[in-house]
C-alpha cells in the first residue's frame, strides 16, 4: 500500500520535529515546510495527501494559506493552533478547513485527526459507496441503507430531524463539525443560523443515545465551534 504523504507547515522546530516523527514511525511520508510561501511551493510540487497547517507563520497568515490552497484542491487541511480561541478555529473551517488540533496535543489525538480526514477525503473522491457500509463505534451501529440506529442492537426511535443531524455527523466521524455547516446540511440554506434549535435537537439526541447525557461517549461538544462523533470502528 502507498504511503500518505503529509505536509506539515510549522515554524517551530520542536513541534515541527515531534510530529515528523510520529507520523513517520506511523508510516507515513513525512515533508516539512518552516514558512508559509515554502509551504505553497510544496503543495503545488509534492500534492500531499494531507497538510497540517500551523496558523501562526512568519511570512503568510495560515487563513491565507488556507483560502489559496482552496481555489485549487481540496487535500485535507488540519490547522494546528496554539491559540484556542473559537473564532479563529471557526474562520479556518469556514475558509475550508478540515479540522484543527490545539497545542498541546498529544500523540494519539494527532493521529486520529489525520486518519478521520484521509478517510473522508478518500470517502469522497473514490468510493461513495462506503457511505453505504454502516458506522460502528462501541455499542452503536447507524446502518445507513435502513436508516436504522441500534445501541446494543435494540433500535433506537430518532425523528426524521434528529436522524439527518445523527447521519451527517457519522458521515464525519472523528472530524469536528461546525454548527453552521449542520444547520445548512440538515435545515437547509436558509436557516436564519440560530443554533438554539440545534442545541435543542442534539440534547434529546443525548438523551436516547448516551447512558450519560453529561458525559456523552459518542457525540462530544466542541465548544463555541460545533460537535465531533466518535471516530468509526471500520476494519482498515
Ligand atoms: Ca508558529
Given at each position: 500500500m502507498p504511503k500518505f504523504t503529509v505536509l506539515i507547515i510549522e515554524d517551530e522546530k520542536n513541534i515541527q520535529t515531534f510530529m515528523g516523527k510520529i507520523l513517520k514511525r506511523h508510516e507515513y511520508r513525512v515533508l516539512c515546510a518552516d514558512t508559509g510561501s515554502q509551504g505553497l511551493d510544496i503543495i503545488r510540487s509534492q500534492?500531499?495527501?494531507l497538510i497540517l497547517l500551523?496558523?501562526?507563520?512568519?511570512?503568510?497568515n495560515g487563513n491565507e494559506i488556507i483560502r489559496e490552497v482552496r481555489t485549487w484542491t481540496s487535500t485535507p487541511i488540519i490547522v494546528i493552533s496554539a491559540r484556542s480561541a473559537e473564532r479563529e478555529k471557526v474562520q479556518a473551517l469556514d475558509l475550508g478547513a478540515d479540522d484543527y488540533i490545539t497545542k498541546p496535543f498529544g500523540t494519539s489525538e494527532l493521529l486520529a485527526r489525520i486518519r478521520a480526514s484521509l478517510r473522508h477525503s478518500n470517502r469522497l473522491n473514490?468510493?461513495?459507496?462506503?457511505?453505504i457500509r454502516s458506522y460502528r463505534c462501541g455499542a452503536m451501529v447507524l446502518d445507513f441503507s435502513r436508516r436504522l440506529l441500534t445501541i446494543d442492537g435494540r433500535e433506537v426511535h430518532l425523528t426524521p430531524i434528529e436522524y439527518k443531524i445523527v447521519a451527517y455527523l457519522a458521515q464525519n466521524s472523528g472530524k469536528v463539525v461546525t454548527y453552521s455547516s449542520i444547520l445548512s446540511n440538515v435545515?437547509?440554506?436558509?436557516?436564519?443560523?440560530?443554533?438554539k434549535i440545534l442545541r435543542v435537537n442534539m440534547a434529546n439526541i443525548r438523551r436516547k443515545i448516551e447512558q450519560d447525557p453529561a458525559q456523552p461517549q459518542y457525540i462530544f461538544t466542541e465548544v463555541g465551534v460545533g460537535y465531533r462523533m466518535a471516530e468509526d470502528e471500520e476494519e482498515t
Amino acid at each position: 500500500m502507498p504511503k500518505f504523504t503529509v505536509l506539515i507547515i510549522e515554524d517551530e522546530k520542536n513541534i515541527q520535529t515531534f510530529m515528523g516523527k510520529i507520523l513517520k514511525r506511523h508510516e507515513y511520508r513525512v515533508l516539512c515546510a518552516d514558512t508559509g510561501s515554502q509551504g505553497l511551493d510544496i503543495i503545488r510540487s509534492q500534492c500531499p495527501d494531507l497538510i497540517l497547517l500551523d496558523l501562526g507563520l512568519p511570512d503568510i497568515n495560515g487563513n491565507e494559506i488556507i483560502r489559496e490552497v482552496r481555489t485549487w484542491t481540496s487535500t485535507p487541511i488540519i490547522v494546528i493552533s496554539a491559540r484556542s480561541a473559537e473564532r479563529e478555529k471557526v474562520q479556518a473551517l469556514d475558509l475550508g478547513a478540515d479540522d484543527y488540533i490545539t497545542k498541546p496535543f498529544g500523540t494519539s489525538e494527532l493521529l486520529a485527526r489525520i486518519r478521520a480526514s484521509l478517510r473522508h477525503s478518500n470517502r469522497l473522491n473514490t468510493d461513495s459507496s462506503v457511505y453505504i457500509r454502516s458506522y460502528r463505534c462501541g455499542a452503536m451501529v447507524l446502518d445507513f441503507s435502513r436508516r436504522l440506529l441500534t445501541i446494543d442492537g435494540r433500535e433506537v426511535h430518532l425523528t426524521p430531524i434528529e436522524y439527518k443531524i445523527v447521519a451527517y455527523l457519522a458521515q464525519n466521524s472523528g472530524k469536528v463539525v461546525t454548527y453552521s455547516s449542520i444547520l445548512s446540511n440538515v435545515w437547509g440554506p436558509y436557516t436564519d443560523g440560530d443554533n438554539k434549535i440545534l442545541r435543542v435537537n442534539m440534547a434529546n439526541i443525548r438523551r436516547k443515545i448516551e447512558q450519560d447525557p453529561a458525559q456523552p461517549q459518542y457525540i462530544f461538544t466542541e465548544v463555541g465551534v460545533g460537535y465531533r462523533m466518535a471516530e468509526d470502528e471500520e476494519e482498515t
